[in-house]
């Protein structure tokens, strides 16, 4: 884990995330704390995320989240060699 991002601050912020107790509170607090544009930058990812899961190709999800090979790879770098972070929340989506 990246002890750079371990803040009092950051902290702070997820404990606020964790209080969140549906999808419309979701909705409210992040179109308060971010632009729209962050928060569908973060959709993005996530989306990319789940198609590199899938198998899906660069192309393929390139061509439907419009989202850059650079981003792409970039998320593909998390999945294989992160901290497990999409795995562990994909595993708990995945069992609901």
Avoid at 3 to 9: D, F, W
Avoid at 18 to 27: G, S, V
């Amino acid at each position: 884990m990246n002890k750079k991002i371990r803040t009092n601050a950051v902290d702070h912020l997820f404990e606020a995330v964790l209080c969140l107790k549906d999808k419309e509170e979701c909705y409210s607090f992040f179109e308060d704390l971010c632009t729209v544009n962050e928060i569908l930058s973060l959709s993005q990812r996530f989306e990319v995320a789940s198609m590199l899961r899938n198998h899906n190709t660069y192309l393929e999800i390139a061509e439907k989240t419009g989202a850059s090979t650079a981003t792409i790879s970039r998320v593909n770098r998390s999945l294989n060699y992160g901290n497990d972070g999409y795995e562990m929340v994909f595993g708990r989506m995945d069992a609901e």
